[in-house]
């Protein structure tokens, strides 16, 4: 207790001496400076408080908003119009934006180099960004219709193991086409070649056939076919040109056709003599000329022919024909 009594005693005593001493600095100054400083201890005053206020706020703005993070951009071709499915793309119908890398799709292409010729496998729409799996790689991947030339049509024809080659023709391979067929009458059986050099697109094998479930009347309409040769029935597909659709198929309808393998590369590449016949057990290929004309028959008849005097008759030939006369 008395030592909190002398503390109180000893405090008090310095802040007598303290105000003492303010009491004496103060009446040293003029009321004009008093006013001056009371004026700067102010504005320092505020200038201390809105500092310390501005940074309490600016610390609790950050801690409530975290950083934004950068968005990182990338490159995409994107489609510049509509394009059709199994359409062939064309650099023209495209173009290079940028999108943020979040929104990139999987197989996303990045170059326009490249594009040019390559087929799409599905509608694409503008603005629309393309992909691998939206495009075929090659033209001949979109499906048959990729693989046959721009100027050629593909037709299917009926062939054997015996018409077509015995089967050793594949795809891609060159062959020539004949057309064998009879008259009427049985006398006589020709022959032409009515294509040369046309490409095969595809061959597809059917199920066997055996001979007692054929129908005679396609046999007949199709020239005596395989049966006959126990060869499997098959369809060869050719790539023909269009005024070569028609013959084809009337040729097919009319007689029997025949596939003739080319090779790799041949040294004749194409035939000249292309008609052959056989009439009345002679073989005779196609007149390179016309024959020459026969002599017309003479307007009047020959005279009578009398028996009674042999030896006064002579064999007159006129053209191909012969007679006798005096």
């Excluded at 009347?217 to 076919?225: A, F, H, I, M, R």
């Excluded at 009398?306 to 053209?319: A, C, F, H, N, T």
Aim: hydrophobic share 40%.
């Amino acid at each position: 207790m008395w030592l909190h009594s002398g503390v109180m005693a000893v405090l008090g005593g310095i802040a007598v001496k303290f105000d003492e001493k303010i009491s004496s600095l103060m009446e040293g100054f003029t009321p004009k400076q008093l006013l001056m400083m009371a004026g700067v201890a102010g504005i320092l005053t505020f200038v201390l408080l809105y500092w310390g206020l501005s940074h309490l706020i600016g610390s609790g703005e950050k801690q409530e908003q975290p950083q934004q993070p950068v968005v990182q951009m990338v490159k995409v071709v994107q489609a510049k119009t509509d394009i059709k499915a199994r359409e062939q793309l064309k650099d023209s119908m495209l173009q290079v934006v940028e999108v943020p890398e979040s929104m990139l799709p999987a197989g996303a292409l990045t170059e326009i180099q490249g594009l040019a010729g390559r087929p799409t496998r599905v509608a694409i729409m503008a603005g629309d960004i393309l992909t691998e799996r939206k495009l075929y790689r090659d033209i001949k991947d979109s499906g048959f219709t990729g693989i046959i030339p721009a100027d050629r049509r593909a037709m299917s024809i009926a062939v054997s193991d015996v018409t077509g080659v015995s089967g050793f023709m594949k795809p891609g391979d060159y062959v020539d086409v004949m057309f064998i067929t009879e008259k009427m009458d049985s006398t006589k059986i020709s022959g032409e070649v009515i294509l040369q050099n046309v490409l095969l697109l595809g061959v597809n094998s059917t199920a066997e056939r055996t001979e007692g479930n054929q129908d005679t009347k396609s046999n007949e309409l199709q020239g005596k076919t395989d049966a006959a040769f126990g060869g499997k029935p098959m369809t060869a597909t050719l790539a023909v040109r269009p005024e070569e659709e028609l013959r084809l198929a009337v040729a097919a309808q009319a007689g029997q056709l025949y596939l003739a393998l080319r090779p790799y590369k041949p040294t004749n590449k194409f035939m000249l003599d292309t008609e052959y016949s056989f009439f009345k057990g002679r073989a005779t290929s196609a007149p390179s000329s016309p024959p020459a004309p026969s002599t017309p028959q003479a307007s009047n008849p020959a005279p009578p022919i009398s028996s009674s005097d042999p030896g006064s008759q002579m064999e007159i030939i006129r053209g191909t024909k012969a007679s006798r006369g005096k």
